[in-house]
């Protein structure tokens, strides 16, 4: 029991550390692209990798924020967005790509978010919705502070990948299903949800007339 | 005296549910005539029902906040949402009633946010303040969101209704009045207010120049 | 050390006070020019002044935040508009002084910030980080809810300032240099690099190509 709880925390770390590292490369490209000066990139790199997981951790009391209380984050945003500043003239294809990065991203902080919310011991039913803040709360946050509307409001299915992955991981825990290979599942779930919807063009139904 | 708390927490909580509700339907309307898609109507219902409660209980350190400590918020706002999905073509009438029912919602939540912050042991000066932010403060996080001036900047007895409620309830306290009816008056009077104020164009000074 | 330690609580509890009602003229400026009503004038000078303090202490897990627990915040808020709105025709000059007053009021909160965030016990690496947020958040509050792009994001050197504050804070602590000229010493490295950046066009070099 202990060691299968540390196993899921393990995840939860990676899957965490690992999307602040995509959401602050996206977050610094956003700036560049948008002729930003480094301040500017620091700044949108730290809104859109930490923003999500802040808003969750004060929402659900969880103070500090893990951000702040772990230097790790910190340093791991200033790398990317340095690593990015300097290397972004030479990924090309990036721009192609970023749509399967951000992707990835939200998948990473939906499981790692709905998971922190339930060891909390938040009530499943808003872990459902607290759990997916993380995950489209630091993209929202970076579009808000750039005057731009939410993604989370403009694209269909966005937060609908990540809801359908803290559905998962709140109907597989309810199920006892074993919590390592149930987060894997959720994540690739999200992520194949929100590639397919790009892909297709799939859209939520417009409200009746 | 027990009792007379239990009736003053009471008026709290119906004030805070009913809130939730108007709140949540007029941020769902909101969306719908913006032609949002199924989840920017969630979003916008969630942030307008009870972002404004979510500052204020992260403001006074009640946290976690109670629309997270208690899943009947979100089981609420997700359900007058999808009502309001599924109705808004039979609710002819709503448009030229909303701005009654919006008053509602900022009285109800002006009551009821000021009294939790005095529950709460706040200085009665600075409850004055925090209070109608649990008032104003949804619909401005909605109206921030989708990029227009909040109300609260745009109409003049808008957080000034909110802010009367409050300096009634902060001094009815201080002359010891009954709490129940003191509550009641306090939400009457910020809704007289701004009904009078919309009905009939009332606006408060501009600056000396 | 005792001593020392008060001497460096006072000299926090000053640049705190100082800068917020800095802060709250320039907010209060910012609406009155904006042709906002006294509502709105109150409501961005409180964004202004408090605004950035309040991200910091909801951060750090210092809660209730500094500006809700101590009544004399708000009273100083709502003194500071009141006195602009009435005084503001028969300052003729401030239009021109106002860079200069806000860089004053980014420099007090920047050393106030980061003081308080090593004295919570933050990572220095951290309060790096936090410490500026106080400095820059409530003027970027302030510019979002009137849909302005933030001050932090369009000027090179405004947050640059800030984390000069910072890390000068960080180092002399680290080198064990005493608490109160140290802080003198980077507040004025603050206020002497804005000033010398809006005077002399300095620029933050763009992203290489």
């Keep these: 029991m202990s060691e299968r709880r540390s196993r899921a925390e393990h995840v939860v770390a990676v899957a965490d550390l690992a999307g602040t590292f995509v959401f602050a490369v996206e977050g610094a490209l956003t700036a560049i692209s948008a002729g930003l000066d480094p301040i500017g990139v620091l700044v949108l790199a730290f809104l859109t990798a930490l923003g999500g997981g802040l808003l969750r951790d004060l929402l659900i009391g969880a103070t500090p924020p893990a951000a702040i209380s772990n230097w790790a984050y910190s340093v791991l945003v200033v790398a990317s967005a340095t690593g990015t500043w300097f290397l972004h003239p030479h990924l090309h294809g990036l721009p192609a790509n970023l749509l399967a990065f951000d992707a990835a991203g939200l998948s990473l902080f939906a499981v790692a978010g709905t998971q922190k919310c339930l ?5 499943p039913v808003v872990a459902i919705f607290v759990g997916p803040i993380s995950a489209v709360g630091g ?17 269909d299915i966005y937060a609908t990948a990540a809801l359908l ?13 074993p919590a390592r290979p149930l987060m ?26």
Aim: glycine residues 8%.
């Design 184 to 209: 894997i599942t959720a994540g690739l779930a999200a992520f194949a949800l929100r590639m397919a919807a790009v892909h297709y063009g799939w859209r939520l139904p417009t409200p009746p007339q």
């Design 139 to 155: 993209g929202a946050l970076r579009d808000i502070v750039i005057n731009q509307t939410p993604r989370v409001l403009r694209e």
């Design 119 to 123: 060891d909390r011991g938040l009530h």
């Design 165 to 177: 992955a803290a559905v998962l991981i709140v109907a597989g825990r309810a199920l006892r299903l």
